[in-house]
């Protein structure tokens, strides 16, 4: 079973450009997740989407981030414009999300970002 | 909010146990979670127990949940060069029918021989 594909793996690019990222979560998972991971700490939930709706965005900034998943497969994370402060890792998982199920989360190898 | 606090290091000599510890706010965690990642890759999740039990095992993992004090452990026995990486704790919390997660900053695991 292949498993969550993400890319680009690096990207770097200057503060104030954009920059997208995209996910393809494991083929049938409902659940897509988007984490962003600073250096030197836990992942912190950005989006959650089930199927093509948003569940939960509570922490995404929405003044320049935002995320689509359009026809509920593929997913894609975008910024603009960047700052310094959004150099981090960008992990996308998904889930199966079956009904009593653990909701196991399977993760990506993520994109790290570098704004300069 | 919902917080998850874990010590920052731990270091382990090859064939010695290590335990990983994760404290969290949240009474009503739904389940608890160990991920392990390795440098420059994706977490891979390694075990999870539900709110509702005690303790699970699973071939060298063992994994202790204090519910009244809200702690939660991962015994790693025998722990190998390969085990080195940092482990993260994590909890769901059931959230109008969704499953929000919190992960805490991870814990930097290494082995020595």
Not at chain 1, 45 to 61: A, E, K, M, R, Y
Not at chain 1, 85 to 109: H, I, K, M, N, W
Not at chain 2, 80 to 109: H, K, M, V, W
Request: glycine share 8%; with cysteine.
């Amino acid at each position: 079973e292949a498993g969550v594909a993400q890319s680009p793996r690096y990207k770097i690019i200057e503060k104030r450009q954009s920059v997208a990222f995209w996910c393809n979560p494991i083929s049938g998972h409902a659940t897509l997740y988007w984490y962003q991971q600073i250096l030197g700490q836990g992942p912190k939930l950005l989006i959650q989407f089930q199927n093509n709706g948003v569940v939960d965005d509570s922490q995404l900034p929405k003044d320049r981030f935002s995320a689509e998943r359009l026809k509920g497969v593929d997913s894609t994370l975008k910024i603009q414009p960047a700052k310094l402060e959004d150099s981090a890792v960008y992990l996308c998982a998904s889930s199966l999300r079956l009904a009593g199920s653990t909701d196991t989360q399977y993760f990506g190898p993520g994109t790290r970002l570098t704004v300069l | 909010g919902e917080d998850v606090e874990q010590s920052l290091f731990l270091s382990v000599r090859e064939g010695d146990s290590s335990v990983i510890n994760c404290t969290y706010t949240d009474s009503s965690s739904t389940y608890l979670y160990w991920y392990k990642q390795e440098p420059g890759a994706g977490l891979q999740l390694l075990t999870y127990i539900f709110s509702n039990m005690d303790m699970k095992q699973d071939q060298r993992l063992t994994v202790l949940l204090n519910k009244k004090d809200k702690h939660l452990s991962l015994r790693i026995a025998d722990t190998q060069t390969g085990d080195s990486a940092i482990y993260f704790c994590a909890e769901t919390t059931a959230s109008g029918g969704s499953y929000i997660p919190t992960f805490g900053r991870g814990t930097s695991l290494i082995v020595h021989p």
